[in-house]
């Protein structure tokens, strides 16, 4: 997938020797498209120009040679958009009320603190109501997974954590804080969260490779008795479901009744085998890099195992191209190029394709296309992106708020079908199976779904006053009248 971004170049140039017109298409043939020019300097001769282009970041250098081979032209410097908005960090932490005067020092800090300091020694739940506790999430990674660069270590991996923190805090209203640990060993990491966790109402687990991810995840849940979410598992799992259940409906078939092949077991691929699982599908066939998982056959792997003994009932052997035949559903989390259009055609009626590597999905999109009714990617330049946007900002909502314990798979369940219910059935169509990040309902619905399934199931540490039935009952009344 290319890459784009903004670049200005401050360029000199000698009019006597090129013109604007010839260096503008020079820029064009090299590969950028000019946005936008402004005079910097203006001579009789020699005029400075901010010249801003918008560019595959792979054309940078080519229209940087471009600039500097033409006579009568030279840089004198340039700024990328994208390094400009990172000058500094993205993030920040601001004080809720001003420091005007010894009062208000006194108030928010010495002598007036050790009053609040008491009350939480004495009462420790008061933590949350008294401290940035039940509105603030760490984002922790140790940089071994992230997105589609690798293991590129803590530093590196901090810009995209701080991101994390902006899309909590913009779609959610939460704060969010990038940790980004220097270890990669098990025991460390789930020891330093465990000690960190006082401060934070939850803990997103973020870019921490496979399959170290299960064991922190599930040992951080087992110990603490806050919520602990890996989104990369869990949060793609949601939104894959709540885009199938919403392609479902298009093709008019039951969840119960499909036959779905996962092709790829890693930490995105296992969460969504058991989130389809608990949603009602009973024919679930995972495929990996040897073929189809078998009941009963040892795979040595504890992940691989545990899967093979939940999926496949009809027991199928083979390659992802010979199981995949009279298949309903396709969901891809491994790597580009394993689905052919031959894999395809075999495929049942009104067949359901969900490529989701990034950046080069299972499948060519454009490829796919004419063979089958539903594609979804995880990019953005093609209809249907699956975005875990759409369902992190909203169950830490409702997580925090209901001061849940966990998250469980009945608020995960929740929250997919509260995503899906937010295009109505008159906009559902091929192309608008799962609604946009910005859609302003999304947040609110998940939110609503994910408290409710807290209580539901037992794991909610207080209600809040719109879902309390004694609050519902003094309304009624009143309503009526």
Known sequence: MAIHTAVIFRVELDKSKLTFGELATAINKAGGDIHAVDVFQAGKQVTILDITVQLNVNAHQTIMDTIRGLPGSSIIHMSDSTFLAHLGGKIQVTPKAPIKNRDDLSRVYTPGVARIST??????????????KR??????????????LGDIGPEAALPVMEGKAMLFKQFA??????????????????????????????????????PRCFEIERRLQEELNIPVFHDDQHGT????????????HLVRKSIADIKVIVCGVGAAGAACIEMLLAAGVKQLIAVDRCGALV????????????????????????????VIADADVFIGVSGPGVLKVEDVKKMAADPIVFAMANPEPEIDPDAAEPY??????????????????????????????????????????????????????????????????????VVERVRNAVVEAAIDTGVAGRIPPEFRVEDQADKEPQSAK
Do not use: W
């Open 295 to 322: 009941p009963g056959t040892p795979y040595h792997h504890p992940t691989l195992d545990r899967i093979a003994g939940k999926t496949n009932p009809h027991q199928l052997h083979g390659s992802l191209s010979e």
């Open 119 to 132: 009350a939480i020694h004495e009462d420790p739940s008061k933590a949350f109501s008294l401290t940035i």
């Open 237 to 248: 799992a949601v939104v894959i479901l709540a885009g199938l259940l919403n392609a479902l």
């Open 173 to 210: 209203d939460i704060d969010a804080f990038p940790i980004c640990l220097q270890s990669k060993d098990t025991d460390e990491i789930v020891q330093i969260v465990k000690a960190i966790s006082p401060t934070f109402g939850g803990i997103n687990l973020e870019d921490i490779s496979s």
């Open 372 to 441: 089958v009714r539903v594609l979804a990617t995880g990019r953005s330049d093609f209809p249907n992106q699956i975005n875990n946007v759409l369902c992190f900002p909203g169950i830490f909502r409702g997580a925090l708020d209901c001061r849940a314990s966990h998250i469980n798979e009945t608020m995960k369940i929740a929250a997919a079908r509260a995503i899906a219910s937010t295009i109505s059935p008159e906009e559902l169509n091929e192309h608008y199976i799962v609604p946009s990040i910005f859609n302003d309902k």
């Open 135 to 148: 509105n603030t999430v760490a984002v922790v990674s140790d940089g071994t997974a992230v997105l589609g």
